[in-house]
């Protein structure tokens, strides 16, 4: 699986961003073509990425993101919003007609050909999940309807399924809930519940073996153990910050970005 980063920060801007796309296993990156967001002096355009994935159906690796428009001015007319989607096989941009809650909280996670944020609809909070194979987005409401409200709330993938881990920023308890079916508020399942710890500041993810990784109040990375240690803290000698660290799991793939789908 190809990994990609940007090149730019998710704010408002006057001219065109650029995306990278990055495979860590042979360090080649390949620039994609531009957004077909519109830039013009009389507005600013905010282009907000919302996932990358692998399209196993069509054999190829997209993009997705929301471009939006905002002017000062009360006489100016804003381009409508629109989503699009980046095709690696062509190489190219494409509008989609969706009206899907945008990213609230900047991270997402990809599993099995979706791509997961959390968003909010009318006044509600979400779970969207939109399938890079079909094109269909699916909302699944929180475990419950606080889940939110004075929590620190992450995304991840635990044991094949997409997990939210919220931590209670007043007592330093987390719990970890897994969603059994998407659009199913009572498939959610709480599979962890880890006692208050003084010293977590931010959970940031899972591993692959079921352990958490979060930042310390001193702003450094350190792994909790849920499945054969739990409540030992091991601590990673990483400096990180607060709210802009993500763990992100990937398959290796040697072969070279412009021949993955031939």
């Known amino acids: 699986m190809v990994f990609f980063v940007f090149s730019y920060d ?13 495979n860590p ?5 390949k620039v994609i073509p531009p957004s ?16 990358f994935g ?7 690796y997209k993009v997705i993101q929301i471009v939006e428009y905002f002017t000062e001015s009360n006489d100016g007319v804003e381009p409508d919003p629109f989503w699009e989607i980046y095709s690696l096989k062509t190489n190219s941009w494409t509008k989609i007609n969706f009206d899907m809650p945008r990213n609230e909280w900047i991270f997402y996670v990809y599993f099995d050909g979706v791509c997961h944020w959390l968003g909010r609809t009318d006044n509600k909070r979400f779970l969207v999940s939109f399938n890079l194979c079909n094109d269909v ?3 699944t409401p929180p475990p419950s309807e606080d889940s939110f409200d004075g929590f620190d709330v992450d995304l991840t993938v635990l044991n094949g399924f997409v997990a939210i881990i919220t931590h209670c920023k007043k ?11 998407l659009g199913v508020k009572e498939s959610w399942i709480r599979l962890f519940h880890v006692e208050p710890l003084s010293c977590i500041e931010h959970p940031i993810g899972a591993g692959k073996k079921g352990n958490m990784f979060f930042i310390k109040n001193t702003d450094e990375l ?3 153990d849920l499945a054969t240690r ?11 910050i607060q709210y802009e660290a993500q763990i992100v799991i990937y398959k290796e793939n040697l072969h070279p970005i412009e021949g993955l789908n031939n």
């Open 230 to 240: 739990p409540g030992v803290i091991e601590k990673i000698d990483v400096e990180v």
């Open 137 to 139: 987005c699916l909302l």
């Open 171 to 181: 007592t330093k308890s987390s719990q970890i809930s897994i969603l059994g079916e």
């Open 25 to 29: 296993a042979t360090g080649e990156m």
């Open 10 to 22: 998710q704010t408002r801007t006057t001219s065109p961003v650029f995306v990278v796309l990055c």
């Open 222 to 224: 350190a792994c909790l």
């Open 54 to 60: 692998y399209d196993h159906v069509r054999d190829d």
């Open 36 to 51: 077909l967001a519109e830039f013009q002096p009389e507005f600013t355009t905010e282009i907000l990425l919302h996932g």
